[in-house]
T-cell receptor, first 112, second 113 residues
């Protein structure tokens, strides 16, 4: 069966510091991969998605970037964090005719 | 662009009553409509979905209906229990958005014991 991992689970970072969040998927090949951010009490904001290695589509212009160095690995990065980057970061994978999405456990990021 | 509107934003019901959450979508080419439940501090979990060739689907106490003509779909929860309290998100995909899933803003459901 398929499994999705995210780490770290929790992160506290100072403003201006770099960021690297990692997501890996097991049990499937060539999944579509997604990064979402969820502010406290709010909805799901799509940040990036990828349909293959090295292919990244950006939905929101900001100080974040994403990379997909391997088929089942998706990385979210920032060179300099802002206070507004705080939130719950969710990775998701999808496949199949209807592209059903399944979410990872998330990383809760607090920028101070 | 593609849009999914979800109502109500907050819903409070008494235990044992029914709850209904409604969504409308803008892209008539959408063909897949999942519903997610998100408990506090947890990831959204897929609880039920419906495809465009089906008008209704039921799984125990939850059911989803789809009206393609009106571009409406709804989640129905019967005999609500306190553990149904969560945020519910509807979504639509398969249209012009390609591999993207368009989510509604969410409904916070409170079930009072």
């Amino acid at each position: 069966s398929q499994t999705i991992h995210q780490w770290p689970a929790t992160l506290v970072q100072p403003v201006g510091s770099p960021l690297s969040l990692e997501c890996t998927v097991e049990g499937t090949s060539n999944p579509n991969l997604y990064w979402y951010r969820q502010a406290a009490g709010r909805g799901l904001q799509l940040l990036f998605y990828s349909v293959g290695i090295g292919q990244i589509s950006s939905e929101v212009p900001q100080n974040l970037s994403a990379s997909r160095p391997q088929d089942r690995q998706f990385i979210l990065s920032s060179k300099k964090l802002l206070l507004s980057d705080s939130g719950f970061y969710l990775c998701a994978w999808a496949s199949g005719l209807y592209n059903e999405q399944f979410f990872g456990p998330g990383t809760r990021l607090t920028v101070l | 662009g593609e849009n999914v509107e979800q109502h109500p934003s907050t819903l409070s019901v008494q235990e044992g009553d029914s709850a209904v959450i409604k969504c409308t979508y803008s892209d008539s080419a959408s063909n897949y409509f999942p519903w997610y439940k998100q408990e506090l501090g947890k990831r959204p979990q897929l609880i039920i979905d419906i495809r465009s060739n089906v008008g209704e689907k039921k799984d125990q106490r939850i059911a989803v209906t789809l009206n393609k003509t009106a571009k409406h779909f709804s989640l129905h929860i019967t005999e609500t229990q306190p553990e149904d309290s969560a945020v519910y998100f509807c979504a639509a995909s398969g249209g012009a958005g390609g591999f993207k899933t368009i989510f509604g803003a969410g409904t916070r459901l409170f079930v009072k014991a």
